[in-house]
């Protein structure tokens, strides 16, 4: 089993940056992908970024050229840095982490970009 924790999040300006991170605990020896999926209320969960255990990353059009995903040497730990910060990236944001092709989830950490 692995257990995935979110931290970081936030109230910021827009125009501001937050830096998110997420670690990955347990069985975690067979972990590869690792990402964060976001939520904003009355709305579908949709993808934001992930990133292999090799450091590949794949961003969401959204989020393209804004947020950065990086991977701890250890694997364990994901960070997503946010710039630019929109009003529209007001959400719940969530961390995965895959073992076995199953994404294991966080609780989440609020993020509110706001005046």
């Known amino acids: 089993q692995v257990q995935v924790a979110e931290s970081g999040g936030g109230l910021v300006q827009p125009g501001g940056s937050l830096r998110l991170s997420c670690a990955a605990s347990g069985s975690i020896f067979s972990v590869t992908a690792m990402g964060w999926y976001r939520q904003a209320p009355g709305m579908e969960r949709e993808f934001v970024a992930t990133?292999?255990?090799?450091?590949?990353?794949n961003y969401a059009d959204s989020v393209k050229g804004r947020f950065t995903l990086s991977r701890d040497n250890d694997k364990n730990t994901v960070h997503l840095q946010m710039n630019s910060l929109k009003p529209e990236d007001t959400a719940v944001y969530y961390c995965?982490?895959?073992?076995?092709?199953?994404?294991?989830w966080g609780q989440g950490t609020q993020v509110t970009v706001s005046s």
């Open positions: 995965y982490a895959t073992l076995r092709g199953y994404r294991y």
């Open positions: 990133i292999s255990t090799g450091g590949s990353t």
